[in-house]
């Protein structure tokens, strides 16, 4: 169903060759949750996330990570802390035979680590069941390598790197580029600036596929503005007409926001003073240096604000350690986790406070079915506590949603702003997701410029997408000194670099890269009692132009050139440079000193060494003209080394010391005798090389 | 930011002292504006007439976001600026990756080090903790003389840790860091934590706790504020050279007591207080201007109050003839009220950060919820005193006082009027020649963070430079390090050295053009492996294809090639040199090549690995006793051996440490 421009597979093409671009969701495929998307391209395999689903348990809850083989991933690159987003990734780098890099932002790896232990404690199933303890927590977080947003990394050829997301401090949105083929991957992103994360960005440079998230498909948020002063204006309520304000919300990213957002207000508003805010989540707390330290993660704001004091050392909110320490006398806000009230805290305070109709709830997030927090919202009369009791409920209650995920207004705003050919839907349900596939198609329907090919796959299920391999190479120094012309030729070195080429010279090649040419001898030493003369005979039916020379007193023959054969006392040494070439040669020589070895044919029946006559050569093309073109038309004098033919009225000459043939008016037969000659010549010379 | 707050001190520090008029503080705030922020190895592509060049900053270590620039034109050419490095590790810092440069066409950097070698950190570490123990235990002060935001956090933060170790018996004394930023800082230093060392990374991802928030360390923003730092103490002050700030003033204090001792970490430039002491450190007495700014009086202050009356009248006579009503001139004196009401609390705001900072370090919460020590009356919120200055209660309201402090409070409001009055009253600079006796000890102990000759030299021969342009130095320095460079063969190409002012000529020719490989050469072409890349020979031959399509990443690219190019209409077609296999008959053999250098160590270990005995001799390589491995000066590696299968065998494996092509 996804392929685009489809084109004969080639089995033959290597992997890291081939055009052929798969993206595979393990996970988060037409579904929230545990987010897992692969990447394969040119032999390179990259995993986007690693999470778990937060509605299955134990191995259930993992990615279908068993389909692919874990050491044959690259590289892991997650894009926030959110349990469904790195949930698995304890387990995945412990435990399995992952051997690639993996990478976050410097904010995700330290609040990554606390929120997973606090979720290695509080998920109560059992010890087997459990995916990963402490220890493999502690133990990953060497593994995990960190890298600041817009900081280029380069792993095995896979360049990438991230920008803001805006969805929770050091959400990252993950551009890979390979190939010159740029993947972006959104992970969760809000297009809205809010009081401490800036909007996500927009890269500047065009994804050819894009995998964006789609949560919240087509729906439109409410404004900040109004969404913030309902949120306060209700807090304000709750809290004038002396009721308890329960706020239950997930301990980290979403909670910031409203922390900042009611010390603001509580700042403007100095007869709200005496009314405490609580916060009661350990978990925050620990994590409240991480939100102090990496500022920087954050928007303008905060930025500036920074130089005069910490925005996230709250003047009006206290923590609270536990429902102990609390003591329940009149109107006060309490901000508890978890945030859909399944147990805890905020499961505790809702139950002690629900039947007062002075006090308020306000649930401010993403509510999962069958959860506490979902069913209060359909008003019931009465809800059922832990114990099973009943109780009625009296309280106020409001959903105001501080989630910050994309609307479809940010969606189409990105999408229009990226122009991706490639679209690709993860992280959404399957319903919201079919509807915002065709939103956006009928979007781009009457546009016949833009082309954006939109996919949604269901989990294990692969798009696969064909990028023509544009191979350019670029060609330097005393190489690239003539402009390229029609015609011209290159003759040099291609250096391939992570899918970058480059064409120089040899003598370049030091010049511009760190690779350095040397050079290699051999010397070869074998038995060999006969005499050299016997040795330069055999050696001369091999190759015609044996030489024999004299090296520092000691008798050598060279063979074609370049291997040397010098004669010891019982044996022979070979001395060349090697080359394959040359070691073919020094093979052919070794052979031919091993049979003369064997042979054992004495000096005295060594035939002379044949050398060329030229009065032999001569006669013999005297002849062979001769049966050619008729007696007549040879001449029978030579005149300087000159003998000419006529043939048909024109004259032929052919120089017999270099076998040139000359006519000046017959093309054709200056062709037919050359040829004749070059190949009489060659018939009766040694071999040479 | 960390410049910013640098530039903002010393501007401060000079004002306290002298008249500074370069810029004010304003023209900070307006050149910071124009600042773009980069991260490291983040790569910006320069537009309009920069096209084609990209800048990237690589970490340099020495201070934090320290940076050495990587100019990129075309891809190829790549131009390193980098002075001022440092490539060990330190506490707080992360060594420099000029290693990973390799090949650079050219690269800039200095020679300021190139005569000089320090000692071993350790040593030094030892040599700073033993004078800082004697003059204490001496009961003696000492003062470290750093700079305002750099290298003082490296110390400050050596320093709280030796002040946490319980063995180091330090917890008695005190600790404080002086200058007028000090808060700023070091909130600016918690939030860098990312930019620091994979150290101080890991210690705050696995314990949470920022490394820069100080246990030990009292951060002082003035001398009176210091004086409440009981004795003895360690005190950081700036500025380094000794020549302006609180270094200066308590340097002027210090030295003629022989308890004292005054530790140097910089090498400052020469005829700086500091470098003189540095160079003569048996120097009995100085001579030295100390510069103060006091309150006008007398006749003075009467010229300058007539001075000042006329200057205004002139502004309201300009603003009158300029057409301005009444109510306009009313609004700009009004603001000139405002603006002396900021400088004010100003001042005064700098006082009370210390305080907040204090109550703060425990908890980030709120720490008690019923800490409020007053009613809250809400007449007093926003109060304007007849000097006009608004009072908040939350500026009052310490939570965990120390009894110290309480004691102190009278002092500090006068200490505070002091402050006040210095801004308001007007004031001039005056200058007296002191000469003081130098009693104290003063000891120079390197935490410059640069690298030494002897690592620069290591470095430069690892990043092969074709050509290098040596700055700044002495000229001996420079000298030495050029001629380093040249003899040993480092540098293939020019070592430039120029002089101030001078131009130096460093174009290349480079020749670049870009081709498209057809895919029929591509796939007929064997590729060897050599380190990370791979290599083939080549036979091609270019054609003109006429192509349409083009990513718009070549289109660029191209666009700057071809400068003849006149007009770019989108969609044209464009002529791209394409390269196309040579018929077979047509290509002329080649000479072959062996690429890689290798390394008979490294072979040996192949061979091991492969079940062939290896043994060094003498730098010969013998494997299986029946064939040697030696390498000559050149470079040439020699393979001897008599006929058998292991020399084949040894032959093959030494062929595949090369790229044969």
């Known amino acids: ?689 | 930011m960390i410049c910013f707050r640098c530039v903002e001190c010393v501007n401060k520090s000079r004002h306290n002292s002298e008249n500074f008029e370069l810029f004010t503080l304003d023209d900070v705030d307006a050149a910071f504006d124009k600042i773009i922020q980069l991260k490291y190895n983040q790569s910006i592509s320069l537009k309009g007439k920069g096209q084609g060049i990209s800048v990237t900053p690589l970490a340099a270590g020495h201070m934090i976001g320290g940076t050495i620039w990587r100019i990129i034109k075309d891809g190829e050419e790549d131009i390193v600026y980098a002075v001022d490095f440092n490539h060990k590790k330190e506490r707080h810092l992360n060594g420099c990756v000029l290693e990973s440069v390799t090949r650079p066409s050219l690269l800039i950097t200095d020679a300021y080090n190139a005569a000089y070698n320090q000692a071993r950190r350790r040593q030094r570490d030892e040599q700073l903790m033993t004078n800082i123990l004697q003059t204490l235990r001496n009961s003696g002060n000492v003062l470290i003389a750093v700079d305002t935001a750099g290298r003082v956090l490296e110390l400050a933060h050596m320093l709280d840790q030796l002040w946490r170790n319980q063995d180091s018996g330090l917890m008695a004394y005190s600790l404080a860091l002086l200058n007028n930023v000090s808060y700023n800082v070091v909130e600016f230093a918690k939030s860098q934590v990312e930019w620091m060392s994979d150290k101080i990374m890991r210690t705050f991802e696995g314990a949470r706790n920022n490394p820069f928030q100080f246990k030990h360390l009292q951060l002082c923003h003035s001398l009176p504020e210091l004086n409440r730092v009981p004795d003895p103490k360690v005190v950081l002050a700036s500025s380094p050279d000794l020549e302006c700030g609180f270094s200066r003033e308590l340097f002027i204090q210090w030295c003629t007591n022989p308890r004292n001792s005054i530790i140097l970490t910089n090498r400052t430039s020469p005829g700086t207080l500091g470098r003189q002491l540095i160079q003569n450190p048996n120097q009995c007495t100085v001579t030295i201007l100390v510069k103060r700014r006091v309150r006008l009086e007398g006749a003075e202050l009467e010229d300058y109050m007539r001075k000042e009356k006329e200057k205004e009248l002139e502004a309201a006579k300009l603003k009158a003839e300029k057409g301005g009503d009444m109510e306009d001139s009313d609004s700009s004196e009004d603001s000139d009220i405002e603006m002396e009401v900021d400088i004010v609390g100003k001042a005064k705001h700098d006082l009370m950060m210390k305080t907040e900072g204090k109550s703060r370090g425990g908890g980030f919460f709120k720490q008690a919820k019923k800490s409020y020590p007053m009613f809250p009356v809400r007449e007093e919120k926003i109060k304007w005193d007849d000097y006009g200055e608004i009072i908040r209660p939350e500026d009052f309201m310490i939570l965990d006082i120390n009894p110290t402090e309480d004691e102190n409070k009278e002092n500090r409001e006068e200490n505070d009027e002091t402050l006040q009055d210095i801004t308001e009253v007007p004031t001039k600079c005056v200058a007296v020649s002191q000469t003081l006796d130098i009693n104290a000890s003063v000891q120079f102990i390197d935490f410059e963070g640069r690298s030494d000759a002897e690592s620069i030299k290591k470095i430069i021969s690892m990043c092969k430079p074709r050509r290098l342009i040596l700055v700044r130095g002495s000229p001996t320095a420079i000298d030495s390090l050029a001629s380093y460079c040249q003899n040993s063969g480092l540098v293939q190409g020019k070592v430039f050295i120029p002089k101030l002012y001078e131009w130096v000529d460093a174009t290349t020719e480079s020749h670049i053009y870009q081709v498209k490989l057809k895919d029929s050469l591509v796939s007929s072409l064997n590729f060897a492996r050599a380190k990370e890349a791979e290599l083939a020979w080549v036979d091609g031959e270019i054609v003109m294809v006429e192509d349409e399509y083009l990513i718009d990443l070549e289109k660029e690219e191209l666009k700057k090639e071809k400068e003849e190019v006149e007009e770019e209409e989108t969609g044209s077609r464009e002529l791209i040199p394409t390269l196309q296999p040579l018929p077979t008959s047509l290509v002329c053999g080649h000479p072959s090549m062996f690429i890689n250098e290798l390394k008979l160590s490294d072979f040996k270990q192949v061979l091991l690995r492969n079940g062939i005995q290896a043994e060094f001799s003498g730098g010969v390589l013998y494997c299986n006793s029946v064939v040697a491995i030696r390498k000559n000066e050149a470079g040439r590696i020699n393979l001897e051996g008599c006929l058998c299968e292991d020399y084949y065998k040894v032959r093959d494996l030494l062929y595949e440490q090369y790229a044969i092509i």
């Not at chain 1, 055009?19 to 037409?30: E, F, K, W």
């Not at chain 1, 979007?443 to 798009?463: A, K, M």
């Not at chain 1, 003369?596 to 000096?603: H, K, N, Q």
Request: with cysteine.
């Open chain 1, 1 to 689: 169903m996804a392929t685009v421009s489809k084109r004969k597979a080639d089995s033959q093409v290597p992997p890291e060759e081939s055009d052929l671009l798969v993206i595979r969701p393990l996970g988060a495929g037409q579904e929230v949750g545990r987010s897992c998307v692969i990447l394969e391209f040119k032999g390179k395999r990259i995993m986007m996330d690693c999470g778990i689903h937060p509605g299955l348990s134990g191995m259930d809850a993992l990615p279908f990570v068993d389909l692919i083989e874990a050491d044959e991933v690259d590289l892991l690159l997650v894009s926030h802390f959110h349990l469904d987003h790195c949930g698995a990734l304890p387990w995945f780098l412990q435990k399995t035979t992952f051997k690639g890099r993996c990478f976050m932002t410097h904010a995700t790896k330290a609040i990554y680590r606390w929120l997973l232990a606090d979720y290695i404690k509080v998920s109560n199933i059992g010890t087997e069941q459990m995916l990963y303890s402490e220890a493999d927590l502690e133990a990953s977080m060497e593994k995990i390598e960190t890298i600041n947003f817009h900081e280029e990394k380069e792993v095995s050829g896979v360049r990438f790197w991230c920008y803001n997301a805006g969805h929770v401090l050091g959400a990252a949105m993950f551009m890979i580029e390979i190939a010159g083929v740029k993947v972006l991957y959104t992970g969760d992103f809000s297009r809205q600036e809010d009081r401490h994360l800036m909007a996500a960005e927009i890269p500047g440079v065009h994804p050819d596929v894009l995998i964006i998230e789609s949560t919240y498909g087509t729906h439109i948020h409410e404004k900040r503005e109004e969404r913030e002063a309902r949120f306060t204006g209700l807090v304000h309520d709750i809290v004038n007409r002396g009721g308890r304000c329960l706020i239950p919300v997930f301990a980290l990213g979403r909670a910031q926001e409203l922390l900042l957002i009611l010390d603001e207000y509580w700042n403007n508003h100095p007869e709200l003073h005496d009314i405490p805010i609580y916060y009661a989540s350990s978990l925050a707390k620990k994590c409240m240096a991480v939100y102090q330290t990496y500022v920087n993660a954050m928007n303008e704001r905060i930025r500036r604000q920074i130089a005069i004091s910490n925005p996230f050392v709250f003047k009006h909110i206290s923590n609270l350690k536990s429902i102990d320490h609390f003591e329940d006398v009149g109107p006060c806000v309490v901000m508890a986790s978890p945030g859909m009230m399944q147990s805890g805290l905020s499961r505790e305070l809702f139950e002690s406070w629900c039947t007062d109709p002075k006090n308020g709830v306000i649930i401010a997030g993403y509510c999962v079915e069958g959860t506490l927090a979902k069913h209060i919202l359909s008003e019931p009369e009465e809800i059922t506590t832990m114990t099973g009791q009943k109780l009625q409920l009296k309280m106020s209650v409001d959903y105001i949603s501080f989630s910050a995920h994309t609307d479809y207004q940010q969606t189409s705003e990105f999408i229009r702003a990226m122009k991706p050919p490639h679209l690709i839907l993860v992280h959404g349900e399957q319903n919201e997701m079919g509807r915002l596939k065709s939103a956006i198609i009928r979007e781009y329907e009457d546009d016949v410029e833009t082309n954006i090919e939109v996919h949604n796959p269901r989990n294990t299920q692969s798009v696969e997408l064909y990028f023509r391999g544009e191979k350019t190479a670029k060609v330097m120094g005393s190489l690239a000194v003539d402009p390229p012309q029609q015609g011209h030729r290159l003759s040099g070195v291609l250096v391939k670099r992570n899918f970058s080429y480059h064409l120089l010279a040899p003598s370049d090649l030091s010049k511009y890269t760190d690779m350095v040419r040397s050079t290699v001898s051999q010397r070869l030493s074998l038995h060999y009692t006969g005499t050299l003369q016997l040795l330069h005979f055999f050696l001369n039916q091999l190759s015609g132009d044996v030489e024999a020379i004299d090296i520092q007193g000691k008798k050598a023959l060279k063979v074609f050139r370049k291997i040397l054969v010098i004669q010891g006392v019982d044996m022979v040494t070979l001395e060349w440079n090697a080359s394959p070439v040359n070691d073919m040669y020094a093979d052919a020589v070794v052979t031919v000193i091993l049979k003369a070895d064997s042979a054992g044919i004495s000096t005295k029946v060594i035939p002379p060494i044949m050398k060329l006559d030229k009065m032999h050569f001569t006669e013999c093309l005297m002849e062979m003209l001769a049966d050619m073109f008729g007696d007549e038309a040879v001449s029978k004098i030579v005149k300087g080394d000159r003998l000419f033919v006529t043939v048909d009225g024109k004259s032929v000459s052919i120089n017999l010391r270099n076998q040139e043939v000359k006519c000046e008016e017959d093309e054709v037969l200056q062709q037919m005798v050359t040829t004749a000659v070059t190949k009489l010549y060659n018939s009766l010379t040694p071999v040479k090389v």
